[in-house]
């Protein structure tokens, strides 16, 4: 056999054929790697950044208190229900500023990971609200998650009326 005919050759196409497809799968095994390592480093990423994107600036723990005045601008509220005429509830927040929360049919009430009835609300009840903002001024509520009360005397470290 001559060395310029050896790619006529039966074994060397079949060798030429598996370092292909060995080639190929290993592509692709590589590809599924560097994917999953970049999604793990967005996992942890998220993770380590969790409190600072979704509970505000560091400065003190969230457990037992009411998050910072500021933390829900006008995408939310968070307080105690001074009024429920349904589909409006007022909440007044750790600064006294009352904000109207409107309630409606596809808005989702949570207390722990438990789904409540909006009817199941009652004044007094601390919530935090997550919603759009609309023109008059209201949050148009896609979430209440109901929170248990603050300590006693404290409220974000303010006396409590």
Do not use: C
Not at 87 to 111: C, F, H, I, W, Y
Request: proline share 7%; charged share 20%.
């Amino acid at each position: 056999m001559d060395f310029r005919d050896i790619h006529k050759s039966q074994k060397v196409r079949g060798i030429l054929i598996g370092l292909g497809v060995v080639v190929l799968v290993l592509v692709i095994f590589q590809t599924g790697q560097v994917l999953g390592y970049h999604k793990a480093k967005f996992g942890a990423r998220f993770g380590d950044n969790f409190e600072k994107n979704f509970v505000g600036p560091r400065g003190g723990n969230f457990v037992g208190r009411l998050p910072s005045p500021g933390m829900p601008g006008g995408h939310g509220a968070v307080g105690e229900i001074v009024s429920i005429a349904l589909p409006q509830v007022v909440v007044a927040g750790p600064d006294n500023l009352e904000k109207t929360v409107l309630v409606g049919t596809s808005t989702r009430v949570r207390e722990f990971q438990d789904e409540i009835n909006v009817g199941q609300l009652k004044v007094g009840d601390f919530v935090v609200v997550l919603g759009n903002p609309n023109e008059e001024g209201q949050v148009d509520a896609k979430l209440i998650r109901l929170m248990p009360p603050p300590p006693d005397r404290v409220m974000n470290n303010q006396p409590m009326r």
